[in-house]
Structure formats: structure tokens, C-alpha cells
């Protein structure tokens, strides 16, 4: 591809002003890889000023993967808003913050343009501003609940137990997930394992874990697979727990 | 990015850096660290304190010809492009 050509594509959206401008990042334009010019030209996305150009630098077996990822994830026009973004798209962190904000009731996406807040994408800023609000909400909720008598017929789960009784479930389906893709080697589970290290795991349901936890491990490239094949874990996870609890009630 | 600590950067300065830049600036950075150092040095020197942001969102800028990065900013009053840079690092893309 032509230099002549890589401007034009790279400018088209461009303003007179910063069109002016693009001296200054021509190395990322003139080293930037030919695929990149044209997944991104497919995917209706252009630099919206000059610094954008590194977009175009990164390699391109990752950045088709971060394209496609957004658009099954439904925040693709939220890279076309600000392609820049494209250079660091933790995928696994922005689906988290996502889901932490709908456990929540905070909302991140503008209903007119449907754009998600800059916070979603910037972990900086999701601790400094969103999470105050998170601990606080659950601050609130901890002191709504109303004192339970304690004695031994009332007797309440240790928090601990509970938390590791989860991870441990949690570990399990993972285990099954992992089966399911035939991922059976030693480094696949302990790629799990890191992953799930990460994830709060009382902020989340179930499914945004796995999602979260395979997305962080594998770089998933087709999260709908990934989502149907999760749903389908569950499913008969559920279907298994009732069984034994009929079995269990019958007996 | 060893060399980086020389102009203060921090551990975090460094991971920011290297979560936010495509494998490919990173290799130009360590093969023109000559002419990247160059112009940081400048950018400090000049009395810019943003010169740590500057760098990690825009390390491509840092390619440019010793002599027209030094144009870019002598153009402008000296005072005035160091207030203004320290109070909004981003202006250096309008330069």
C-alpha cells in the first residue's frame, strides 16, 4: 500500500485542522502494517487525530482479535468514538467494570448515543470515581440489614465459608469449561486460576465470571461461542443440583 | 526501558507505558533511544513537568527529527507553552 493511499484512508474523517497535524505521528503512519488500514477501514473506523495513528502499529493477529471482540461485545462504537482506545483493550477488565456497574444500578452508557462512559475504559478512573460509590452503596447495604438474633438453630454461614464454597463452584465450572474446549493442560488450568485470582467474585453472577476469567486467560476471539458454551455448563450444572436435591428431598 | 528511570519515570510510569503501546513503538523506542532521550531531555529541560504524560500517550511524537521536535516548541513563548503544557498536556498534538 502507498504512503498516498495510507494518508487518505487515514485522514478521511479528519478535520482540516488536524489533518495539518499529521507530520508529527507520521512514523506510526508510514510504518503502520497495510492490514491494519484495511480490517479498520472494514470496521468503519478512522483516527480522529494524528496521534490515533499508533492504532495502525499494533499487530494485526491482535488488533482483528480486539475488533472483533468489541463488535460481539457491543462496544465497537465505542472504539470508532475514540480509537486510541484500541491500543489497550483490556477486554476482560472493561466487561468486568461493566458488570460491576449493573450489579450496582451505576449507569455508564448514554441512552442517545449509546457511548459508555470514558470511566469503563480507563481503570484510573474507575477507581478513583466509581469505586468510592461502589463501597459506599455497599456500605449502605450492610447497615440496611436488619441484626439477626444469633443462636444455634439460626445459625448464619461464615462469610469465609461462603466465599470459598463460591470460588470453589466457581472452579468447578471453570473445570468444565475447561473440558469442554479441550483445554486440559496443566498451564490452561493455571492460566484459569491466575485469572480467577482477579475477579471479585461477590460483584459478579456466575456467568460474567467465567466470561471474564476465559476472556482474561485465552484472549477469546469468538465470546459468543464462549457465552453459548457457558450457558450450556450452567444449564446442566443446574439440572445436576436439582437432581441431587430431589434425590436428597426423596430420600 | 531501563533508561527511563534517568528522567524519573516510576515503576507504574513504565507498566502504564508498556499497557499502552503497540510491540512495534516499543522495539522503535528501544532503536532509537538516542534520538528518544534527545528529545525528552528537551521537553524536561524546557521546564515541561507533564514531559512523563507527554511521553506515555504520545512515545511516536518522540521519533520526530531532533530539529523540527525542537522547532514545534520554540515557535511558540517560552513561558506560555510551559504553562499551558503543564496545565493540559494533551495541547501537544495542536503544536
Redesign the interface.
Known amino acids: 500500500m502507498e504512503l498516498k493511499e495510507k494518508v487518505e484512508i487515514a485522514t478521511r474523517k479528519m478535520s482540516e485542522?488536524n489533518k495539518a497535524?499529521i507530520?508529527?505521528?507520521s512514523?506510526?503512519l508510514i510504518?503502520g502494517e497495510e492490514e491494519n488500514f484495511k480490517l479498520l477501514e472494514e470496521h468503519d473506523i478512522y483516527p480522529t487525530?494524528?496521534?490515533c495513528?499508533?492504532?495502525y502499529?499494533?499487530?494485526p493477529r491482535e488488533l482483528k482479535h480486539y475488533v472483533e471482540l468489541t463488535e460481539q461485545m457491543n462496544f465497537i462504537q465505542d472504539m470508532r468514538h475514540k480509537p486510541r482506545r484500541l491500543?489497550?483493550p483490556?477486554t476482560a477488565e472493561i466487561i468486568r467494570r461493566m458488570a460491576e456497574c449493573d450489579a450496582m444500578h451505576i449507569p455508564y452508557r448514554d441512552e442517545e448515543t449509546n457511548l459508555c462512559a470514558d470511566f469503563i475504559f480507563d481503570k484510573e478512573e474507575y477507581e478513583k470515581n466509581v469505586r468510592p460509590l461502589i463501597e459506599k452503596q455497599k456500605e449502605t447495604e450492610t447497615v440496611k440489614e436488619e441484626p439477626k438474633e444469633v443462636s444455634f438453630m439460626n445459625f448464619e454461614a461464615n462469610p469465609n465459608e461462603e466465599e470459598n464454597n463460591k470460588k470453589e463452584r466457581i472452579l468447578n465450572l471453570c473445570n468444565k469449561l475447561l473440558e469442554t474446549f479441550t483445554l486440559t493442560a496443566d498451564e490452561d488450568k493455571e492460566a484459569v486460576r491466575k485469572a480467577l485470582e482477579k475477579v471479585d467474585l461477590s460483584a459478579l453472577s456466575e456467568k460474567e465470571i467465567l466470561l471474564a476469567v476465559f476472556n482474561d486467560a485465552f484472549q477469546v476471539g469468538n465470546v459468543e461461542l464462549l457465552s453459548t458454551e457457558i450457558d450450556k455448563v450452567l444449564e446442566l450444572n443446574e439440572t445436576m443440583d436439582n437432581g441431587v436435591g430431589r434425590m436428597r428431598g426423596a430420600a | 526501558m531501563k533508561f527511563l528511570e534517568k528522567y524519573d519515570f516510576t515503576k507504574d510510569d513504565i507498566d502504564k507505558l508498556i499497557d499502552n503501546t503497540p510491540k512495534k513503538i516499543m522495539n522503535e523506542i528501544k532503536q532509537s533511544q538516542k534520538l528518544v532521550e534527545k528529545n525528552l531531555a528537551y521537553l524536561k529541560d524546557l521546564g515541561i513537568t507533564t514531559y512523563v504524560q507527554i511521553f506515555i500517550n504520545y512515545p511516536d511524537l518522540f521519533f520526530m527529527d531532533h530539529s523540527n521536535f525542537k522547532d514545534m516548541l520554540d515557535k511558540y513563548e517560552k513561558d506560555s507553552l510551559i504553562a499551558k503544557l503543564n496545565s493540559n498536556f494533551r495541547l501537544i498534538e495542536l503544536l
Request: proline content about 5%.
Open positions: 485542522k497535524q507530520e508529527k505521528f512514523y506510526s510504518n487525530s494524528p496521534s495513528f499508533i492504532i502499529t499494533i499487530v491500543t489497550n483490556d
